[in-house]
């Protein structure tokens, strides 16, 4: 009798393990869950702006694997604290933008034309909307023989002299506060930013409610897709004089 109450129990028990989950979990995981897992997780922080009076506190995101740029825009109580979105650290490397190529063609024009005074030069381009054919034309027209012949320029105007809501070198902070303090929501202004000597980005900054906000482009002027994407109505005219300073990085 003893002997048949433990084949019973052991039977029991064999039958109890097949119903109990196992307690050991696969870490394996296949290479779609995996690359599925990565997709999930977000790169990088969306640009935004926290905006309240000067003596309130902000509240900042605390994540640690969140790394913020942070800059402060104070005028008559109001204060933008403008988060810029960088991607994680292994791809932290900042990006600027290229040299403009108005640069070049005016150091060409300055090569063919040795004797012609470069401050004129650089008055002409401006005069002309940064066409360099026009100014090339116009040299010509007037009896000045290039070094060389064989130089062709493309005849277009450049957008540092012609995109009307473009500042040139960024205004200061209180200058930009005037100019969008009082705007109506949507409207906005670009201008570049150097970095160093020999970098710098162009940056649109526009009116959202109360808050101004600023976030870095690749070009002076604003592509629909990106004024559709800020929600951007109208660009503020410049009335600066236009000139060489209009050029980023131009010396």
């Given amino acids: 009798l003893l002997l048949i109450i433990m084949v019973v129990n052991v039977q029991a028990k064999r039958q109890l393990k097949t119903f109990l989950p196992s307690k050991k979990r696969n870490n394996n995981l296949s290479s779609s869950d995996r690359n599925l897992s990565q997709k999930s997780l977000p790169s990088f922080l969306e640009s935004r702006v926290y905006s309240s009076a000067c003596s309130a506190s902000v509240q900042k995101p605390s994540h640690s694997s969140m790394k913020l740029t942070e800059g402060f825009l104070c005028d008559d109580g109001l204060k933008v604290l403008a988060v810029s979105r960088q991607k994680s650290q292994k791809v932290q490397e900042e990006?600027?933008?290229?040299?403009?190529?108005?640069?070049?063609?005016?150091?060409?024009?300055?090569?063919?034309?040795?004797?012609?005074?470069?401050?004129?030069?650089?008055?002409?381009?401006?005069?002309?909307?940064?066409?360099?054919?026009?100014?090339y034309n116009f040299l010509l027209e007037r009896d000045w023989q290039p070094k060389s012949v064989?130089?062709?320029?493309?005849?277009?105007?450049?957008?540092?002299?012609?995109?009307?809501?473009?500042?040139?070198?960024?205004?200061?902070?209180?200058?930009?506060?005037?100019?969008?303090?009082?705007?109506?929501?949507?409207?906005?202004?670009?201008?570049?930013?150097?970095?160093?000597?020999?970098?710098f980005r162009y940056f649109v900054c526009y009116k959202r409610g109360?808050?101004?906000?600023?976030?870095?482009?690749?070009?002076?002027?604003?592509?629909?897709?990106?004024?559709n994407t800020l929600g951007l109505t109208k660009g503020m005219r410049c009335t600066y004089a236009r000139d060489k300073s209009f050029i980023p990085l131009y010396k």
Avoid: W
């Fill in 95 to 135: 990006k600027f933008c290229d040299k403009p190529a108005l640069i070049y063609y005016i150091n060409f024009l300055c090569i063919s034309f040795p004797e012609f005074p470069k401050s004129m030069m650089e008055s002409l381009v401006a005069r002309f909307d940064g066409n360099c054919d026009s100014v």
């Fill in 150 to 199: 064989d130089l062709v320029f493309e005849d277009k105007l450049d957008e540092h002299f012609t995109c009307p809501y473009y500042f040139g070198k960024a205004p200061s902070k209180s200058e930009i506060s005037r100019l969008l303090k009082p705007c109506k929501s949507g409207n906005f202004i670009t201008f570049y930013r150097p970095f160093g000597d020999n970098q």
């Fill in 210 to 227: 109360s808050e101004i906000l600023e976030k870095a482009i690749r070009l002076p002027y604003i592509p629909d897709v990106l004024r």
